[in-house]
């Protein structure tokens, strides 16, 4: 009876007129290669985030999907829409 | 009903229905058969949030959340703990890595896609809103009554703040 556990990235979704990247890593437990356990983490990827510890694949995905124009089109709406105290 | 989408385990009570560890791959209607009826998606799982400093930058920090998406509607809880202060300043702004992007509403006083409340829990007991911007995964933090204490009372070493929010998403 062997046990093992292993992650994959089991769903990568590129969601919103930004473009954010939602990125689901899945934690398998499987007993003789039959899976017994699954559990999920989630993070996303904002345009013009540091995607140097992204696997290869969501990088890829990052380049093709945020290009300059939507990173500038994510700040400028983030900073448009961030409260102030004076709110 | 569309059974074919039912694996396993239907057993149909008179007026309910009652599923024994089903799996149903569309999603499933209730009280109607609009799309505004539609339960299509249940997740549970962790996230992990990152604290923003008002200035500087966090030399080290950890944190650790859990979330429950039901439809559209996100539950999100968890910490954020600074390890190591290094040149933060002046309060905590903001926290990000939320486990779904916002739904990108639109309201006249500024575009949100939930609320939620924080507290520093280690060291001063300050807390405040939390502002979940539309179409992004992060929260802005406001405190109460317009006073600047998450934002600007200080922040060290150890600080630990506590973060629970309801937003919805669009994914």
Redesign the interface.
Known sequence: MAITKRTEEDKIEIVGTHKIIQVRTATIIEEDGTEISRSFHRHTVVPGADVSSESAEVQAIATAVHTDAVVTAYEAHIAENTPTDAE | MALSKIQTGLVDSQTNLTLTTPTISTGLYLGGSGSANLLDDY??????PFLGPSGGSFTSQTGFGR?TKIGNIVHAWGYGKVTNVGSGSGGID?F??????S??DTFP????SGLGTVREDQRTGYWGQL?I??????A?I??PE???FM?SAGIATNDTFLIDLTYKT??
């Open positions: 997740e549970e799982g962790t996230w992990t979330y903001s990000s890595g939320l486990p779904f992007a739904i990108n006083a500024g575009n949100r502002f911007s539309a179409g992004a995964t992060s802005a406001q405190s317009g006073s600047q934002r669009n994914a």
